[in-house]
Nanobody, 125 residues
Framework: QLQLVESGGGLVQPGGSLRVSCAVS????????IGWFRQAPGKEREGVSC????????NYADSVKGRFTISRDNAKNTVYLQMNSLKPEDTGIYYC??????????????????WGQGTQVTVSS
């Protein structure tokens, strides 16, 4: 019943922008922190960004800070990741994930309970 579905991936040139979306069904976002992760070929999956259940707190990996912005629209049960100034090293499969929490913050350094299937983001000229 709990599902996360990513969309919005595609091919973009270096320096370009892309917004990926995570549509959540089966539960309300009000009590779940949401994280974005990515996995490049030959690499382990890494945390990119997360947003707290309240939406008041966010975290970003150093590699994307200042370029990416995470946001959520709880009324639409959707979380977004706006990616600007994209680099080839941003290429990978982007996953959204969730964990239930009552804390007014989020962390990428913990296990996430629910995962989407991912959307491919390719940054190439």
């Amino acid at each position: 019943q709990l599902q996360l579905v990513e969309s919005g991936g595609g091919l973009v040139q270096p320096g370009g922008s892309l917004r990926v979306s995570c549509a959540v069904s089966g539960f309300t976002l009000d009590y779940y922190a949401i994280g974005w992760f990515r996995q490049a070929p030959g690499k382990e999956r890494e945390g990119v960004s997360c947003i707290s259940a309240s939406g008041d707190s966010t975290n970003y990996a150093d590699s994307v800070k200042g370029r990416f912005t995470i946001s959520r629209d709880n009324a639409k049960n959707t979380v977004y990741l706006q990616m600007n100034s994209l680099k080839p090293e941003d290429t990978g499969i982007y996953y959204c994930a969730a964990y239930r929490t009552v804390f007014a913050l989020c962390t990428l350094k913990r296990a996430y309970d629910y995962w989407g299937q991912g959307t491919q983001v390719t940054v190439s000229s």
